[in-house]
């Protein structure tokens, strides 16, 4: 079936270095989204990228949609400790409409 | 504050016992789901309420029974649960479920099965 897969799984950095997550589907996929989840949270909307090859910024981060529409990346630049949490990816299924989630990269930032 | 509200926040069941979650959304959305979040698990799908039809039931066992009376709420009805089925439940909204747009979840709730 349709997959999401992101990695890595963890990454924990010290505060100010940059981070990268990347998702990868089995299938091309319309748009997809990103969202972050705090420890102890539930997951937030960050953003949706429709068009191949898009690039958005939202202030240190950084979101890419490949060019075949099957990839994308969040960088985030000199992290700070408020980026903790898991960073899922999320795409429409092939069939049906409905969102299929990556498993998440945990984030740590230790100050 | 979501626009996605969830109780209870936290339930702790024994096997035999029935529960039920609640899930109120004062988005004015079309479409509403549940999801589990399980450790280490991505995200998993539940069921999907598309004004108050049921759209989507992802091979969920029946010990789980959503209802949804209207729009606004939705219910996700507990009875013989397992111990593997602790985890995060997440309610969300959507404006549409055609449209694959933003998802607002809840905080969830968090269910222990002893």
């Known amino acids: 079936g349709q997959q999401v897969m992101q990695i890595p799984q963890y990454q924990h950095v010290q505060e100010g270095e940059d981070f990268t997550t990347y998702c990868n589907s089995s299938t091309t996929l319309s748009n997809i989204q990103w969202y972050k989840q705090r420890p102890g949270g539930h997951p937030v909307f960050l953003i949706q990228?429709?068009?191949?090859?898009e690039v958005k910024k939202q202030k240190r981060l950084t979101f890419q949609f490949g060019e075949a529409k099957k990839n994308s990346s969040l960088h985030i630049t000199a992290t700070q400790t408020t980026d903790v949490g898991t960073y899922f990816c999320a795409g429409p299924m092939e069939y049906g409409n409905k969102l299929v989630f990556g498993a998440g990269t945990i984030l740590r930032v230790k100050s | 504050e979501t626009g996605v509200t969830q109780t209870p926040r936290h339930l702790v069941m024994g096997m035999t016992n029935k529960k039920s979650l609640k899930c109120e959304q004062h988005l004015g959305h079309n479409a509403m789901y549940w999801y589990k979040q399980s450790a280490k698990k991505p995200l998993e799908l539940m069921f999907v309420?598309?004004?108050?039809?049921?759209?989507e039931n992802n091979s969920v066992p029946s010990r789980f029974s959503p209802e949804c009376p209207n729009s606004s709420h939705l219910f996700l009805h507990l009875h013989t649960l397992q111990p593997e089925d602790s985890a995060l439940y997440l309610c969300a909204s959507s404006p549409s479920p055609i449209d694959t747009g933003e998802l607002f979840f809840g905080e969830g709730s968090r269910l222990t099965v002893l």
């Open positions: 990228l429709v068009k191949s090859g």
């Open positions: 309420y598309s004004l108050e039809e049921r759209v």
